[in-house]
């Protein structure tokens, strides 16, 4: 006759307690290490037993050993104690923002920076954390983040798209930047006025991208045409290949620009000297109200967020030493 569901739900306490007799063999040594008193482990063996239908251990002069039931019941129970150990485990990486899956978006400039910056930060403390991130127009990113495909992006807010369905939290602008090839004819110590760069050969973002439009802002302020003479393309790669290659010139955010001139990667790139600040408007770090954040989404978000903060904070000292030869 089957026994009854309730009678098999044994405790992980119980479990502990029968595989530290078949590994010492002696009740009063089982007792201590799971710190039991030796009465109390006792009766909690006699409790398994009684739940189980059948004695475990054959009580000995020099010990207790395993039944045929009990080697039957303990091979299971080692497997059982081990599977719950790692779900209490699981459930407090998971709790502590230190397991999971987060799956991010961002402009550019934030992701080539900050994100990248936060993302390795965070996975110092949890190495089996996925995450996913996706670098894309603000309107795409809105896309995806009202469709719930994505915890939180680093975009602009377009009034196409309802900013009561976020939570938002503001970030800064970019500033642009003109990189051009080493050994371009306008490479050298001197500033660049628009009036040389009208003429030139462009590789730009698409009509409407924020950098773009930026870019095409700061002719007009000098009273000069747009530049006649551009290759259009969304595509940083693409970008990167065709100024290697060219004398062409491309308006990118200053944090791009940084990462291809610095010294972790040293592109054959050189940033132009030019007479005037341009800027991108600012940013936003958005989560959809509607769809609470996991405690990895909630780590990451926080750490892009103190990121950003530190290097606002350091900005001025950087910029006094930038080169920009």
């Known amino acids: 006759m089957s026994l009854a569901p309730l009678r098999l739900m044994l405790k992980p306490a119980q479990l502990r307690l029968i595989l530290e007799i078949a590994d010492t063999g002696q009740l009063q040594q089982a007792a201590l290490t799971c710190g039991l008193t030796q009465p109390a482990a006792s009766r909690m063996l006699a409790e398994t037993e009684r739940q189980l239908g059948a004695a475990l251990f054959l009580r000995q002069p020099k010990g207790m050993s395993p039944t045929e039931i009990g080697l039957n019941v303990l091979r299971r129970a080692g497997v059982i104690l081990h599977e719950m150990q790692a779900m209490a485990a699981d459930v407090s990486a998971l709790s502590d923002g230190l397991a999971g899956s987060v799956h991010v978006g961002a402009v550019t400039g934030p992701a080539v920076d900050y994100l990248v910056a936060a993302i390795r930060e965070v996975k110092q403390h949890a190495p089996e954390a996925d995450v996913t991130v996706d670098v894309m127009p603000s309107r795409e990113l809105l896309t995806h983040l009202t469709a719930g ?72 302020a000098e009273g000069l045409p747009e530049p006649r003479n551009v290759v259009n393309s969304p595509s940083l790669l693409f970008t990167l290949s065709y100024l290697a290659q060219s004398d062409a010139i491309a308006p990118l955010s200053a944090e791009v620009a940084q990462l291809l001139t610095g010294p972790s990667v040293g592109a054959r790139f050189r940033r132009l000297a030019i007479d005037r600040d ?8 958005l989560n959809l109200r509607r769809r609470p954040l996991s405690p990895l989404a909630q780590r990451l978000k926080a750490t892009v967020i103190q990121k950003v903060s530190r290097q606002d904070t350091e900005e001025p000292e950087i910029r006094a030493q930038t080169d920009w030869s």
């Open 149 to 220: 495909e994505m915890d939180f992006v680093l975009a602009r807010i377009l009034p196409d798209f309802d900013s009561r369905d976020f939570v938002i939290h503001p970030m800064r602008d970019e500033e642009v930047t003109f990189l051009v090839r080493t050994g371009h004819p306008l490479v050298g110590p001197e500033v660049v006025g628009f009036g040389d760069l009208s003429g030139r050969e462009w590789i730009m973002q698409q009509r409407g991208a924020p950098i773009r439009q930026a870019t095409l802002e700061a002719f007009a």
């Open 278 to 285: 341009i800027r991108v408007p600012p940013y936003y770090m």
